[in-house]
């Protein structure tokens, strides 16, 4: 039976290495010398490696770390079974050392002591801190336009208009159905999309105090620990609107919108058929004004929501497409950016993406995790190393108002503006926007 917790003599490590050579297996190794296989595989392999010069014995002060008051030969066996099977963690490696006749007599570690030597080791995943972008708190809207709900429904097929995604905002407090937007031909709306269609409502309702939103990939970076804000956000913020994620899956919170899709679908969708996009559009908003003057609400006592809220026929924030780029304050933006602080792991050679943008700190800071904040004075992001030693200040990207504002950018430029046909959908989307400026020519 092999001995347990015992040091391996350099006679033995050479004996190892020339048992090997000779065709021997690890096992038949460690049964004939009376060694643990661990203990052989790991000398084997430096035999392999490093020949007889890497079998000599460490010399120096005792060992030290997470496992440093435990055997060397049940370190290496943890070493081992971790190298051997990347995806086993410590609570697998503790079981398989229990059942191990080498080991299942000793005084094994407790599962953090295995967890921190494997960190210890860089065998585990190196994971981004976690940060969460400021918003304002969840209250109760007192008055109509404090508080809009926005979201697309599912895909609804349409013969012969194909996949159809419609976009539903409703204001929270009088229940009004601000607008609905078809997106053609596609099932997950873009930014630009839902740009348009709050520009539409913007323009007949006037700006909101805050927009209500869930957590989908168009909104927020829902695949990073600390999300930076999507060019989105950072537009509605620039207009003067506050941005609250929601925090709780729908019903518990979104639940007007989610009825508004019912309500949408059933109105003007459900057994209809649509020679174009224009003729939905045009049905929807024509649904739209019978839902909100006419149709009466079980929720507002059986009045339709301009009926119980004539208030809400406007939010007293007027808005305007060709206003739109003076309306922008990018010092809004700064000093929201001022608020947050964000975690990048680099790549090799340095590089890194924040929102999206790409950005390069240098070689010297690659394979690390930067701490990245913002500096709303110079409009730069401080990028500081792992270890706080060095900071690089990079120019941040993508915060001009051309930058927020989009596709609209271009035709608020232009005295007449001609569409190609056929409409794809981005010819769509303008076509729709260029409805609301002078001078369009279709």
């Known amino acids: 039976m092999a001995q347990r917790g015992r040091r391996t003599t350099l006679k033995e490590r050479i004996e190892i290495g020339e048992r090997w050579e000779a065709g021997q297996t690890d096992s038949e190794i460690a049964t004939a010398m009376g060694i643990s296989v661990w203990t052989v595989r790991k000398w084997r392999r430096k035999y392999q490696r490093d020949g007889r010069s890497g079998l000599g014995s460490r010399m120096g002060r005792p060992a030290t770390g997470a496992l440093g008051?435990?055997?060397?030969?049940?370190?290496?066996?943890?070493?081992?079974?971790?190298?051997?099977?990347?995806?086993?963690?410590?609570?697998?490696?503790?079981t398989e050392l229990g059942e191990d006749e080498h080991f299942k007599h000793l005084k094994l570690p407790s599962r953090s002591r295995v967890a921190a030597y494997l960190n210890e080791k860089e065998f585990?995943?190196?994971?981004?801190?976690?940060s969460q972008l400021p918003q304002p708190r969840a209250r109760t809207p007192q008055r109509a336009h404090e508080e809009w709900e926005m979201d697309a429904k599912g895909v609804i097929r349409l013969p012969p208009l194909g996949c159809v995604s419609i976009i539903n905002i409703s204001d929270l407090f009088s229940r009004l159905k601000v607008d609905s937007f078809p997106c053609l031909n596609s099932s997950h709306p873009s930014t630009l999309d839902y740009q348009l269609v709050l520009r539409r409502a913007f323009m007949r309702y006037g700006l909101p105090e805050r927009i209500s939103l869930d957590r989908?990939?168009?909104?927020?970076?829902?695949?990073?620990?600390?999300?930076?804000p999507t060019t989105l956000h950072l537009w509605l913020i620039a207009l003067g609107i506050e941005v609250r994620f929601i925090e709780k899956p729908p019903p518990q919170e979104h639940s007007v919108i989610e009825r508004s899709h019912q309500t949408v679908t059933h109105q003007a969708v459900t057994g209809q058929v649509f020679a174009d996009g224009l003729a939905l559009q045009h049905h929807l908003s024509d649904r739209l004004d019978f839902l909100n003057q006419r149709f009466p609400s079980r929720s507002l006592g059986g009045q339709p929501p301009l009926q119980a809220y004539p208030e809400a026929q406007h939010s007293g924030r007027p808005y305007r497409p060709e206003w739109e780029k003076a309306s922008l304050d990018m010092q809004r933006v700064y000093a929201y950016l001022a608020q947050g602080r964000w975690f990048r792991r680099t790549s090799s050679p340095g590089q890194f993406s924040l929102g999206a943008h790409r950005y390069g700190v240098g070689n010297n800071?690659?394979?690390?995790?930067?701490e990245i904040t913002f500096d709303p004075q110079s409009c730069k992001l401080n990028c500081l190393s792992e270890d706080g030693r060095q900071e690089i200040r990079l120019p941040a990207r993508g915060l001009t108002e051309s930058d927020l504002m989009g596709e609209l950018g271009p035709l608020v430029a232009l005295p007449a503006y001609q569409l190609a046909l056929p409409f794809s959908p981005s010819t769509w989307r303008e076509m729709m926007l260029c409805t609301a400026l002078t001078g369009t020519t279709l």
């Open 365 to 370: 800071l690659g394979d690390q995790t930067l």
């Open 69 to 94: 008051q435990f055997p060397l030969e049940l370190r290496d066996a943890v070493y081992e079974m971790r190298e051997a099977n990347p995806g086993w963690g410590p609570l697998t490696i503790l």
């Open 124 to 130: 585990t995943r190196k994971y981004e801190r976690h």
């Open 216 to 228: 989908d990939s168009v909104f927020i970076d829902n695949t990073c620990a600390s999300p930076y």
